[in-house]
């Protein structure tokens, strides 16, 4: 169901770029919105993103027979052109089911969610719930992260393991840096007073640093 989203996604943006690519002056919305697809559908880091980027940033440099070539290379008919062949690509890799990383999209998409309801509603003034939200996220994501690295997240009896035993185990596999172990631990305290209603222990602008770190460390560290 989740490919099948993404297909008719790809589907909808060649369709209007087949629309629109006989109008120049309309083929810059065209590419951006084809550039917003191939970011938003492609996994982090992947060939199509690489594609993209070269398109639309690198093919000056590559250009081999001088300006006019590299005119031509940057031209909105070219750029469209390269890519809706990315994104036609991109299409046939899902159909096949090859996208398997398509989950991380998921997970991201679905936290980015929470975090974001999380901001609306600590602007309102509701700092205590939000804390708590955060560091929910913040939980599900270290579990999902173990999984997709291979470790545990449940004893010998399958009890889960706590938050703070598997951010060290991330640590200690070299998933992430020292300074995110002790950032981690750190915005877990922060939910743990929220949670147990030491509301007095910190601050709105603390909880929306939380917020904003959290959301940085999920685009750093996709599970």
Known sequence: MLANTAIAQ????????????????ELREVITRMKAAIDRLSPRE?????QADDVLKGSTDKAPFGTGTASRLNSPQHQSRELAGILTAMRADYEAGFMQTFSE?????????????????????YKDPEAVLAGSVLEEHLRKLAEKKGLSVADASGKPLKADRINADLKA????????????????????????????????PEVGLMISGVQNFIARNPA
Not at 10 to 25: H, R
Not at 46 to 50: D, G, K, P, V
Not at 175 to 201: F, M
């Open 10 to 25: 790809i589907d909808a943006v060649l369709t209007y770029y087949k629309q629109k690519q006989s109008q120049e002056a």
């Open 46 to 50: 992947s060939e199509y993103r690489r």
């Open 105 to 125: 999209l998921i997970h991201a998409d679905l936290f980015s969610g929470f975090l974001d309801m999380a901001v609306h509603l600590l602007e309102e003034g």
């Open 173 to 204: 596999r070299n998933i992430y840096s020292t300074l995110d172990q002790k950032q981690v631990t750190a915005w877990q305290e922060l939910r743990n007073q929220a949670a147990h209603g030491h509301y007095s222990a910190y601050t709105k």
